[in-house]
T-cell receptor
Framework: DAKTTQPPSMDCAEGRAANLPCNHSTISGNEYVYWYRQIHSQGPQYIIH???NNETNEMASLIITEDRKSSTLILPHATLRDTAVYYCIVSGYSSNTGKLIFGQGTTLQVKP | GAVVSQHPSWVICKSGTSVKIECRSL??????MFWYRQFPKQSLMLMATSNEGSKATYEQGVEKDKFLINHASLTLSTLTVTSAHPEDSSFYIC???????????FGPGTRLTVL
């Protein structure tokens, strides 16, 4: 599975959009980009995933560049409850594996 | 929604004893479950992949005789930490993959403290 690179930390003002970048320059054609977040001492929470098209759900939007070498997770109106570690993971869509290998993620601190 | 539970949520045990942690998918069948370990201020580390009805596949460096995994049904996987020692104290998290897609749903985690 391709490796991802994320900034270790970011700050965001409450109510503003939080844009979390992720580089995955070695991504292969059948690999998806997944985003999870982990609030302190809890299990990770699924946010969104995509292959090559931009995706949006009730939590966030995922923007994937045309060459698929990077992506951005957008939380449109960050709240204090969005403070968490955000993980960008690249994984193949396989019924036999589908392993998620977590990197260090980005610690997002939403400030009032 | 897809809910995964873990039991117990925390456990304290004496060194040398064995501890069993259960992971259940409550509203879907999970053909594959995963077990992770997380030390303080670190990321999640994948320990093993568990497929229903077959032997678990362990990641490199994880002792299969120490961390016994059983996936006897489509809704239950168990992790047994045998002869636990203080260095096994950690946050253990499971996830379950729903059959129709590749989304994984995580349990709330089990905090193990070995005295």
């Amino acid at each position: 599975d391709a490796k991802t690179t994320q900034p270790p930390s970011m700050d965001c003002a409450e109510g503003r959009a939080a844009n979390l970048p992720c580089n995955h320059s070695t991504i292969s054609g059948n690999e998806y980009v997944y985003w999870y977040r982990q609030i302190h001492s809890q299990g990770p929470q699924y946010i969104i995933h995509g292959l090559k098209n931009n995706e949006t759900n009730e939590m966030a939007s995922l923007i994937i560049t045309e060459d698929r070498k990077s992506s951005t997770l957008i939380l449109p109106h960050a709240t204090l409850r969005d403070t968490a570690v955000y993980y960008c993971i690249v994984s193949g869509y396989s019924s036999n594996t589908g392993k998620l290998i977590f990197g260090q993620g980005t610690t997002l601190q939403v400030k009032p | 929604g897809a809910v995964v539970s873990q039991h117990p949520s925390w456990v304290i045990c004496k060194s040398g004893t064995s501890v069993k942690i259960e992971c259940r998918s409550l509203d879907f069948q999970a053909t594959t479950m995963f077990w992770y370990r997380q030390f303080p201020k670190q990321s999640l580390m994948l320990m093993a992949t568990s497929n229903e009805g077959s032997k678990a596949t362990y990641e490199q460096g994880v002792e299969k005789d120490k961390f016994l995994i059983n996936h006897a049904s489509l809704t239950l996987s168990t992790l047994t930490v045998t002869s636990a020692h203080p260095e096994d104290s950690s946050f253990y998290i499971c996830s379950a993959k729903r059959g129709r897609d590749n989304e994984q749903f995580f349990g709330p985690g089990t905090r193990l403290t070995v005295l």
